[in-house]
């Protein structure tokens, strides 16, 4: 065993089906009594069911959160929450809707911080860390995506309903739980791998490539969704744990500069994110194999995205030829640690590997 480091984060977690109807009782538990329910416009019937098993202890619903956690939507909630007098808000929906909450505890005073309840209803794992990603727009009017990490932000209980994640789309359900898995890797080959999270990575992998093809095959498939589910939390508490590398540096870049899509991107990159750290990282990619039951990692993900109707191209999601070198730059510039060298015209051939979707060798 090699030594080791492992701060273990606070987590409350109930997880199974039908779970969200004890919001309530866990509202009360946090002595809380006056709850803002989070959601988006897609997901208002569901923030809507939510609100109604919190009774007399909603003050009200909020259903305009966005992508990227945009400042000005974070005011208007916030002016709401102050005319409702919130001490707690319940996030119902995907990065999202969890990133507005983390958003209100942040600008929160710290005497009066609004508690952050979460259901989860995507793979992508934002309940399970201290990260919050925030965009503003910058002196020329482009949004600029800057990311802190604060235990203020660490939402203080995770209900994981399954039922809730039935109508997570096909395709959406592929790109997430990949988007989770993405973690895991990362969390294999990190420089602060323990034994515990490496042990919680190796799980969500295998959770989660056991339940896309019976998701595909069943999108109510209750194995496939619980698995899935449970293959979220796993990999997200390992982006909570320890630091990421290479992959979501480069997703950062794609995302933050070229305002491409979250899941889908992480998706694309994954397979060519492990090809280009293999050679660094043998244990972590072997382990990685056999998680999703294959001899080739970079190739075993690639097949398992394809096979299950997620894109496999940069091309596909919209990305320009001739930005390809600008993002190579880009991931190539501010050091941070990974196994493999980083070095410009071979993150540029990864890119451009992404942007045709070839399979990786
Ligand atoms: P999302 O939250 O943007 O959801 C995408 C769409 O799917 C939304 O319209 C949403 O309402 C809908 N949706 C979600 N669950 C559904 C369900 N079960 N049924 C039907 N529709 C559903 O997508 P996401 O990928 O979960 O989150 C992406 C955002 O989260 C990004 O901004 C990303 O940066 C952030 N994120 C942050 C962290 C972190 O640790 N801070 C981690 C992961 C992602």
Known sequence: MHPFTYNALPARVLFGWGTSSQVAAEVKRLG?????????????????????????????IYTNATMHTPMDVTQDALAKAKELQVDCCVSVGGGSTIGLGKALALHSPDDAKIKNLVIPTTYAGSEATPIIGQTENDKDGKPLKTTQKTMKVLPEVIIYDVDLTLSLPPQMTVTSGLNAVAHAVEALWAVEANPIISNLAIQGIEAI???????????QSRDGRSDALFGAWACGTCLGAVGMSLHHKLCHTLGGSFSM????????????????????????????????????????????????????????????????????????????????????????????NAFHGTRPQ
């Open 32 to 60: 809380c009594s006056r709850a803002l329910v989070l959601t988006t416009p897609q997901q208002v019937d569901a923030g809507n069911k939510v609100k109604a098993d919190l009774g007399d202890l909603a003050a009200g």
């Open 209 to 219: 490539s056991r339940s896309l093809p019976l998701i595909k095959a069943d999108p």
């Open 261 to 352: 899509p979250h899941a889908e991107t992480h998706t694309v990159i994954l397979p060519h994110a492990v090809a280009y750290n293999a050679p660094y990282a043998q244990d972590a990619v072997a382990r990685v194999a056999k998680a999703i039951g294959t001899d080739n990692a970079a190739q075993g993900l690639f097949d398992l995205a394809k096979e299950n109707g997620a894109p496999t191209s940069l091309k596909e999601l919209g990305f320009k030829k001739e930005d390809l070198e600008k993002a190579a730059d880009i991931a190539a510039k501010a050091p941070y640690p990974n196994p493999a060298p980083l070095e410009k015209a071979k993150l540029l051939e990864l890119l451009t």
